[in-house]
């Protein structure tokens, strides 16, 4: 066991991310820092430190408790990382869920039929056992 590890690599060790290059990606974009400093990819932690994650729309943080290079099991994550998140950043997950707002990216076209249903029925609700009264004339 090494007593330093690069952080992309150790990313993608621990599970934080699927693939190295995108944890790469990740740190060139400003989107993980470690003691509240943005590193690039190469940069190496000890254990001890904190690393804080933004990923859309929360910031995870874990506590560094062993360094690794080379990916693990799911149920040996424990060993290697303490995760310090904070209990608001999860019920911010949690609203943004609940909301039903649909994350399109840029570029993906026009909604199809049941995305633009979702999409009315989120911003205009249907509000049951009242007909248009009014429209008698």
Not at 56 to 75: D, H, M, N
Not at 112 to 119: F, V, Y
């Amino acid at each position: 066991m090494a007593e330093v590890a690069r952080i992309d690599k150790w990313l993608w060790a621990t599970r934080v991310f699927k693939t190295r290059s995108l944890a790469a990606d990740a740190c060139k974009n400003g989107r993980v820092t470690i003691n509240g400093i943005n590193v690039k990819p190469s940069h190496t932690i000890k254990a001890g430190e904190t690393v804080s994650v933004k990923k859309s729309p929360i910031t995870y943080s874990f506590k560094v408790l062993k360094c690794i290079e080379q990916r693990v099991g799911a149920k040996l994550l424990p060993e290697i990382y303490e995760n310090v998140t904070d209990a608001k950043q999860y019920e911010l997950l949690e609203m943004s869920r609940i909301s039903g707002f649909i994350d399109r990216s840029r570029g993906t076209g026009r909604p199809t039929k049941k995305d633009r249903r979702a999409i009315d029925s989120f911003v205009d609700p249907v509000v049951f056992g009242f007909e248009d009264e009014g429209d008698d004339d």
